[in-house]
């Protein structure tokens, strides 16, 4: 195997874990916290955004050998708000009730710099099918980012979770969790974590006397 | 120095980009159009649904509803499908029940609340003069503080409320008042700890009802019947 | 909606901060906040390019209303920031060289700074007329600045504080960004 083939699945794993969008490139960030009130809106916002990606990065990629240089960055945004265009009208048409809770943010997922990013680093250099497939994987580490986010703030912040009344109605409900500053917090809380399990793992290479490093 | 004049070796010649750039242009548009076009019907579908849902709730003796407009110059106008909002005008629905007999008018009422605006649907009964009731149509206050002024009963409570078209305006402005300092049929009780939202409930109800209810008083006779 | 002109900057400068509150612009807030020479400009150019976006977000919805072409929006939208964003750069280039290179990256990046687009899209949604727009993005730019000059100043100051390294770095500012936006809250109400 030559070593410049990368093979799907780690094209796929690489968005989902080791270049996850919310907690390793901390980019779009807007809809990570506006969002995660709840782990339903968290959980549509990630479907939404990874649609949005996958199609765009497809596109993107089948069309990479004819956009000009000069006007690229145009024409991946162009790109990007057909589509977003797009899921904004397919959410209407499925609920009203998630389009008025993800309010704004949809349409904001055009200036998400996840996807110009990923168009410009990667789709816009390889072939349709291992772009779209790191697309995918990129879509879903954000979608496991939001909900992580979104689980634990909806838990914390109104004792549910998708919904479903985990502590009884005699719970406490810590409701800064689903304002802002909550929002700020349990993201800074999870980077923290990453960043101590980093750290640990670092410590038990340099351990074993350094080694390969297998990432 | 010839490099000023040189033209780079790569660059994209005109035509070539105008052509590309077209033919994105072209294909996206086409994306959109067909999304638009696939959804429309679902999308009003639900968006009447909501609006069904929304009125009944808040006039229970409705079983259908006409939209109307009621214009600046005074005069009402059915809505026609997908019809924006003229300017100065003010939208509301007729509910009438199953004899086909006016049961109230709901109207939409919007304020700043503690975070974003609340949008309210409120009820009106033309013979009483009284807003009898309200529903939250979209607000993303406090959990547990503000989206209380559904279910606390002593907010409820203030309902109905007097609502007189009396010329231009109404007889009395409907405000909200500190908890425990209502003594007007016409103010209404604030939740104690949920001002800024109890509040954004009053405004929202005095800012539709003073555009609203004057125009309707001269009507009320043509409305009474199902058109 | 009929608030006044006071009200709707008094809310999007603090009581609606965009950054702290309503969670707009964060990129920029998170990347560009280090330094108070750097967070400064930012804001007033993105200040400006709120502005313009407004003002042509303002006139193109006027146009797409009228033919009836909502659908084309927010693409018609993006263009036009993406538009002015090239505008701004080509004014800093040529009359302030040097502040274009200390902006470097992030001057480019104001095209995908949530702040802009939701300006527009804000404007719309809440279907002001044209001096709230203008008010509106003015209060809103003004609030991004205040928002990116704070962070910058404490974050300047936590350099030379010891802070365990585990924290560094997102963490500690996405803290940092919680306790500003806890202390926002207090200007609840504030616009009436």
Redesign the interface.
């Known amino acids: 195997m030559s070593q410049t083939t990368v093979s799907t699945w780690e094209e796929f794993m690489e968005g989902v874990w080791r270049q996850n969008p919310v907690f390793v490139m901390v980019l779009g960030m807007c809809p990570v916290l506006a969002v995660t009130v709840s782990g339903i809106n968290a959980l549509s916002m990630g479907v939404a955004t990874a649609f949005v990606l996958v199609c765009s990065c497809g596109l993107i990629s089948l069309l990479r050998k004819m956009i000009p240089k000069e006007v690229r960055i145009a024409t991946y945004i162009v790109i990007i708000a057909t589509f977003v265009t797009v899921v904004d009208y397919v959410i209407q048409a499925v609920s009203l009730a998630l389009y008025d809770a993800l309010g704004a943010f949809i349409q904001l997922i055009v200036v998400n710099c996840i996807i110009l990013g990923r168009a410009e680093a990667h789709a816009s250099k390889t072939p349709p099918l291992p772009a779209m497939t790191n697309a995918l994987g990129m879509g879903i580490g954000f979608t496991i980012g939001l909900l992580a986010l979104g689980c634990v703030r909806e838990i914390l912040g109104a004792g549910t979770l998708f919904g479903v009344s985990l502590f009884g109605t005699g719970f406490q409900p810590w409701v800064v969790m689903v304002l802002p500053p909550g929002g700020f917090f349990v993201l800074g809380a999870w980077l923290l974590v990453f960043a101590a399990w980093e750290r640990r793992k670092q410590r038990k290479f340099a351990a074993q006397g350094g080694g390969v490093q297998h990432v | 120095m010839s490099d000023a004049t040189q033209i780079l070796p790569d660059m994209t010649p005109a035509t070539a980009m105008i052509r590309t750039l077209g033919l994105i242009a072209a294909i996206c548009g086409l994306i959109i159009v067909a999304a638009y076009q696939g959804t429309y019907s679902a999308v009003q579908e639900n968006k009447r649904i909501a609006v069904e849902r929304a009125v009944f709730k808040v006039v229970p003796a409705a079983k259908s509803i006409v939209e109307y407009f009621a214009l600046a110059d005074g005069e009402l106008r059915k809505v026609g499908a997908g019809e924006m909002v003229p300017v100065g005008a003010v939208k509301f629905y007729a509910g009438y029940d199953e004899a086909g007999k006016l049961a109230g008018i709901a109207a939409e009422g919007a304020a700043k609340g503690y975070s974003d605006f609340v949008r309210i649907l409120f009820s009106w009964d033309p013979v009483k003069n009284q807003v009898t009731g309200f529903s939250v149509v979209a607000s993303r206050e406090t959990p547990g503080i503000g989206d209380k002024i559904t279910v606390d009963k002593d907010f409820l409570a203030n309902f109905p409320l007097e609502a007189k078209p009396d010329g231009k305006a109404l007889a009395h402005e409907i405000r909200t008042v500190k908890h425990g300092s209502k003594t007007n049929p016409w103010e209404i009780d604030a939740i104690a700890g949920a001002t800024i939202t109890s509040r954004a409930v009053g405004k929202a109800i005095n800012d539709t009802a003073q555009m609203l209810l004057p125009r309707l008083a001269p009507h009320l006779e043509e409305l009474k019947e199902k058109p | 909606?009929?608030?006044s002109v006071a009200?709707i900057f008094i809310?999007a400068l603090l009581a609606?901060n965009f950054v702290?509150?309503?969670?707009?612009?964060?990129?920029p807030f998170?990347g560009v906040s280090g330094k108070l020479d750097t967070a400064f400009p930012m804001g007033v150019a993105t200040t400006f390019v709120m502005l313009v976006a407004s003002l042509c977000a303002y006139g193109l919805n006027v146009l797409l209303?009228t033919f009836q072409l909502e659908?084309?929006r927010?693409?018609s939208y993006?263009?036009i920031i993406?538009s002015a964003v090239q505008l701004v750069e080509m004014v800093l280039k040529k009359y302030s060289p040097a502040l274009f290179r200390a902006l470097g990256i992030y001057l480019?990046?104001i095209?995908?700074?949530?702040a802009?687009?939701?300006v527009a899209?804000?404007q719309t949604?809440?279907e002001y007329d044209f001096l709230q727009s203008l008010t509106f993005a003015i209060g809103g730019g003004a609030g991004f600045t205040l928002a990116l000059v704070l962070m910058a100043s404490v974050r300047e100051r936590l350099q030379l504080s010891a802070v365990p390294s585990?924290?560094q770095?997102?963490?500690?500012?996405?803290?940092l960004?919680?306790?500003l936006?806890?202390a926002f809250?207090g200007f609840?109400?504030l616009?009436g």
């Open positions: 909606m009929s608030e009200q809310n609606n702290l509150a309503m969670f707009l612009g964060l990129c998170l209303t659908f084309l927010l693409i993006i263009v993406a480019p990046l095209t995908t700074n949530c802009v687009l939701g899209l804000f949604a809440r585990v924290a770095g997102t963490a500690l500012s996405l803290m960004a919680g306790i936006s806890l809250m609840a109400g616009g």
